[in-house]
């Protein structure tokens, strides 16, 4: 089968591309490296079908970060039939630098003029035509996103697949030029294929290349003693570059013609967009706030705060259904009104098959088994999928509009004093999603230091799976607390994710994980209106994702959890109200007190073992957290409220009566969630993206050692005010320590050797 490639610059809309031919559904976003990683499909429209490829976005084809490696060695190894080059039209120039270098590779190109209909809307005119008289390569002028000029673009990349080209480069008419000639000549002798590109890559003395071809490298170090250019000195690098910009303005300026005054409209309008939204003071206050209001659409149950204007008995809807849909205090926001009503199904569902197996001569236990067990467990996780899909709806608008890719720009100008770029805030941001796309993400990072942080750091930013536990979880502190407002909550514990990530990133950046700050280039994207088949690409995935889940990972777990909760050692089946005997509460009353510190172990008497499960149970999936205490729920409301009638008590609920857990204790259980070991799927991703074993191991140990001390401190402080200032001057101390150690006033390091010295002495 044929193979193209589709290259191009970050965000010029190859992926969107991909997704047209193939009619795939890979994740688009509105922000430079979204993907990371090369993804094939078919197209079928042509003579024959043709496979294609779809590789990270680069500015260049001199690699720097990861993207650039793998994009660059799979245009040289895997030598595809054709390459689609990807030009944002809407960016000309810019992305005409990329194209310079691919020409010079023997493969056949085809140069696709994307984003036409911007270009139109904007009334600017690119001319196909022109370009390609001047570039020498065929152009077809498309738009991804509306589909048109794909087939004309597939059917010229088929033909000039079939004719092999030599490499052509716009420095012929430099000064460099007997240079890369005699270049390409020795390399030719070496029968290296490629010669022009690899001579070129030579004379700019790119590293990767030295490596390669030392001999010819040592031609070009020679040449350059001898050479002195007016503003660059000898910096050949330096020379390629200003060379290739230079033709790039001289011949392609005439192919844009740009419509003087919507582009004086269009700026000032983006501008004051900005001017606003990427304010130096006000932009993270604005970006919490639109976090917030996210946030309250999705989880409130007092939509606008209404609730306390209202009169006691503002609608007369006691008792009766619509009540729990549309609120008591007050108004149900969208979301809680979603859930509300596929709760009201599966209740019903749930009713329906309990009374018809009770009807029928089931035995006592296939009754609890299906009805509690397997649907109370799955129905529980199940529930919270509306507002997980509405939370995703927002965020994916904010993204594709370009916004998110702000929050990145914003961040940076802060951060970068304290060792991080903005450019790492997209797998971080990407990781309120999934853990694990978020940690591939990490390769659009140079430094290795700052990758293995970020990585680390990720699972922080809660992703949709422990979207349950704090809402479930929420719910239950609202009932102790007696108030109405669960976004607050939720909206909350998100922020302290962000905090301890970036609080965590920074004493890494300061110790252990040193290194560069490299320069956070990024053009931000235009603002766009969201577009619809992306919105519902995404959802559609986040759907399918979890459907997936709860048939798989959810339901075997769930089916575990219920049979060793209802067997004891001596395989006997127990009825729910004995529970306590079974075998997974021994186990879990055996792992108990390492939870009492950090507020749901040994205090929370004989069912606070059910705690320490559900968070164990977690670390294989976290949805699998709300699912055990919905299969648990109906054990522990009968054994705690015996006789009482199950209806109407929710799992937390049942668990707060019958374990006494206060405030303190179930936000630092969130906490824990939020923060340990991510689920498999993420610390398999971790694992395979860490540089080495040991900094894997190190990865585990610093997930458990920040959950745990945070939700320590968040119990302590919660339950005893005081507590406050022994922790404050325990982290004054250790911020001390590293500051005086970073300023070589004392050495940390030295004193551990030592340290290491004398006990390795001792043994001996
Ligand atoms: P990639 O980074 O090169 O894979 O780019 P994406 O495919 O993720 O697209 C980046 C952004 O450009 C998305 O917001 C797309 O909706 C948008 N986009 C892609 N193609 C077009 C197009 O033809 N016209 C317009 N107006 N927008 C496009
Ligand atoms: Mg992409």
Redesign the pocket.
Known sequence: MKKFA?A????????????SLTGST??????????VDKKEGVYKKCEEPISIV?LP?IYSLSPYTPEEVISRNYILDEKPDCIIN?I?A?NLERNLYLTTQIMEIDVPIVVAL?????VE?NGDKVDPVKLEEKIGLPVVA?????E?GLDELMQRAYEASKQGRDGSTVLAGTELMHLIRDCKIALEGQKVENSLFHAIKLVELDEIEVGMHPDSAKMVEEFKQTFEDDTFGSDFEAIVADSRYKHISKNFSTVVVKNKKSEGERLTRSDKADRVLTHKIWGIPIFLLILFAIFHLTFSENFLFIGYGLPEDWVSLEGTVAEGLFGEGGINSPGVLLQGILGLATDSLTDAIRGAMEGGAVAEWATGFICDGILGGLFAVLSFLPQILLLFLFFSIL????YMARVAFILDRIFRKFGLSGRAFMPMIMGFGCSVPAMINTRTLADQNERTATLRVIPFFSCGAKLPILTAVAGGILSLANISNADIITYSMYVLGIVVAICAVLLMRNTTMRGEVPPFIMEL?SY?A??FK?LMLHLWDKLKHFIKKAFTIILVSTIVIWFFSHFSWSWHYLPDEEMNGSILASLGQLIQPLFTPIGFGSQCGAFGWVFAVAALTGLIAKENVIATFGTLASCVVSGFIADEALGGVDAIEALIGATGIGIPGLIAFIAFNMLTIPCFAAVATAKAESPSKKSFRMTLLFWIVTSYVVSMMIYLIGSWWWTLFIFLVLWGGVITLIVLNNKGIIDVKAFFEKFNFLRRNKKA
């Open positions: 589709l191009g610059n970050p965000n010029c809309g190859k992926t969107t591309l991909f997704n890979a994740h688009v976003g509105n922000w430079p490296g979204v993907t779809d976005g990807i944002d809407t994307n984003m036409m209909d911007a809307k498309i738009s991804a996103l509306k048109s993204e594709d509009s370009g994207p766009h969201p577009q992306n």
